[in-house]
């Protein structure tokens, strides 16, 4: 993974993927490798807080388009530090945006189903109004709006309820959980679009850094909805284990964080533009739980 030769002309890209040991960047910089020069960044390299050492890193690499992973994903860390939330997901996607503009960039920005309020009581589209009730969902949507305003060529792609091989998530939690309760409690009154990191980075390089859509704002997940408590007993019995889930409310639930009650994402921009949707939650579920063992 370098950005050492010159670009080639055509459908070959030079990459720069941000949050690249994350769950959602390894998965991303493997797919997007078989077609693109990808280098794959991570705090290691620079830490997108660091306004210098980004600019300096993009000017050494001069990718042709840059995929902002890198996040502080912590929901409820974010919730008991605003400062920081705000200082990685809102400054840093502002350094990062900005020196991508500077070099000519075009910039794909990972966003979440935390805009949204889930007042809505249908699946959000893109033409549906932010309103962030978490300080994670306030700072994304800050890194959204730096990106916006500050790269001509942009895509801000929304996701949700991400899981994948490579990190901790609901779906991994459940499961390990599992080895050892009879029971679990999970919450049954939110809904949402749980979507594997697979389904979403193969998109992600077919669709937006293919080419194929055009610039702008992006819902992207595995199709379908459903609550927490769903998703863990789909995984349970996917994975034949006999735990029972307890299902429970948001109100039980011990955490500082409001989280929206219904924000399944409707990815109406690609229908519109004929592409089409990921495949089903629970087929998602079927290739995860494969991939995992
Ligand atoms: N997880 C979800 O359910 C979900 C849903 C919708 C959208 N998204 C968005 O999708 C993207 C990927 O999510 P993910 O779950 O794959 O995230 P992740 O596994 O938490 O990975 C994020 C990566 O960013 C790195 N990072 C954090 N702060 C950084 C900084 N200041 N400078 C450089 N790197 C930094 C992290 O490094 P460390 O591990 O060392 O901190 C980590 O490797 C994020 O933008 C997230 O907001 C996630």
Same mark, same amino acid.
């Given at each position: ?15 720069? @993927?941000? #949050? !690249?040991?994350?769950?959602? *960047? ?5 797919? $997007?490798?078989?077609? &693109?020069? =990808? ?95 978490? @300080?994670? #969902? !306030?700072?994304?949507?800050? *890194? ?5 305003? $500050?790269?001509?060529? &942009?895509? =801000? ?137």
């Amino acid at each position: 993974m370098t950005l050492d030769e010159p670009s080639p002309q055509g459908k070959r890209k030079r990459v720069l @993927v941000t #949050g !690249a040991r994350g769950m959602l *960047g390894a998965d991303l910089c493997e797919v $997007l490798s078989a077609e &693109h020069e =990808v280098r794959g960044v991570d705090v290691e390299d620079f830490d997108v807080t660091h306004v210098a050492a980004v600019g300096e890193a993009m000017a050494a690499d001069r990718p042709d388009m840059v995929v902002h992973c890198a996040a502080w994903t912590d929901v409820d860390g974010c919730e008991r530090d605003p400062e920081r939330a705000f200082l990685h997901n809102g400054w840093g996607t502002w350094n990062v945006a900005q020196a991508a503009a500077g070099i000519g960039a075009s910039f794909v920005y990972l966003s979440t189903d935390f805009v949204f309020d889930g007042e809505k009581g249908e699946a959000y589209t893109e033409f549906d109004a932010p309103n962030p009730l978490s @300080v994670y #969902g !306030a700072s994304k949507l800050a *890194g959204e709006e730096a990106v916006r305003s $500050l790269v001509p060529r &942009h895509y =801000v792609v929304r996701s949700a309820w991400l899981y994948g091989a490579r990190g901790p998530s609901f779906v991994r939690t459940i499961l390990e959980k599992s080895v050892e309760r009879e029971e679990v409690e999970v919450v049954a009154d939110q809904l949402g679009s749980p979507t594997y990191t697979r389904d979403l980075a193969r998109a992600l390089a077919e669709v937006i850094v293919g080419g194929r859509v055009v610039p702008g704002t992006y819902h992207i997940v595995n199709s379908g909805a459903c609550s927490w408590a769903d998703l863990a007993e789909e995984a349970l019995r996917l994975a034949g284990r006999r735990t029972r889930v307890k299902r429970i409310s948001a109100a039980e639930w011990d955490t500082p964080t409001r989280r929206p009650a219904c924000s399944p994402l409707r990815s109406r921009r690609l229908e519109l533009q004929g592409v089409p949707g990921l495949r089903d939650w629970q087929k998602a579920l079927v290739s995860y739980l494969e991939e995992v063992g």
